[in-house]
């Protein structure tokens, strides 16, 4: 151990001095590292509308990532990261910049290979030295592979940015070992990691605006490959987690939840319940652990406690909705593993459409 302290002390004190000599050759160069230390985008981000407005069509929300990543590359200049060779399909790119290589050193873009317990290593290697903002990209059941660098972020509190696209039974054709049906329960069971899985393109803004602020916990970007509708009433309210995208204006008889491509299914079968005279509250919650950190007023002022009857609907394991559910809540989700066949198939055949969810939340309320 004394021979390795010695070994350590020795290389610290050579970086020093060649910093030192940095410093003194290159004093702009050496001015902007040091500032990196410190950089707080959050501000300048919140208030920045170009950066929250998108188009309304239909879009999947990896194809929102890559819109909002390319939108901070010209942002924020730290910021560094790839994917396990998976870049052109969860949008993982930043069209602005080259590749990091031995040749150039300037490239903000890393080309890891299929390596993905060794890619989320570096990035924690990245965060833990500071000043640059590491995020790295796979499909979502892929996690599995860089679970412990995952775990690992957490523990150090080192905030990663971790794009994860695919997420669900959408995936359709690539077949059950592809369609991460039980990946949510298991990050979101890790502690201090937050999981984001939004429903369009402005909750997936604030899903990168969450990853960037964050300086202590990883922020996972959950995402999917099939199109979905634009909600008007999404935006920066997503930041806390969850949050009332349609109600009635009185007491709710009953409450829809979802997350991620869940969200439409339960608007619009709110929008059915409101004109059949049922006080319908939905509810888009995108990141349970963002919710946990409100205080109890709001959480109450979203999920009144009195209102018991309550749906969740999420295309996958329904582990943990029981929290939100409660003992006369339901839940729909897929707790099996899923098929092989086109995404809109798959949807239909597992019960999430819009005619199901209406019709179980009638259900639940003649209960």
Known sequence: MEQIRAKGSKAEDEWNEMLKAYKKEYPELAAEWEAWKQMDYSEALINDEDFWTYDSKATATRNSSGEALNRLADRIPNLIGGSADLAPSNKSYMKNRSDFSGKDRSGSNLRFGVREHAMAAIANGMAAHGRLMPYVATFFVFCDYMKPAMRLSALMKLPVTYILTHDSIGVGEDGPTHQPVEHLAALRS???????????????????????????????????????????????????????ILDSGKKPEIILMASGSEVHLVYEAGKQLLERGIAARVVSMPSWELFEEQDDAYKESVLPSDVVKRLAVEAASSFGWHKYTGLQGEIISIDRFGESAPAGLLFERFGFTVENVTGKALELLSR
Do not use: H
């Open 190 to 244: 890790i502690p201090n990691f937050v999981v984001f899985r939004p429903c369009d393109s402005k909750e997936t803004a604030a899903g990168w605006y969450t990853a960037m602020s964050r300086k202590d916990s990883p922020t996972a970007l959950v995402l999917t490959r099939q199109n979905l509708p634009q909600l008007d009433m999404t935006g920066r309210d997503a930041l806390k987690g969850a949050y009332v």
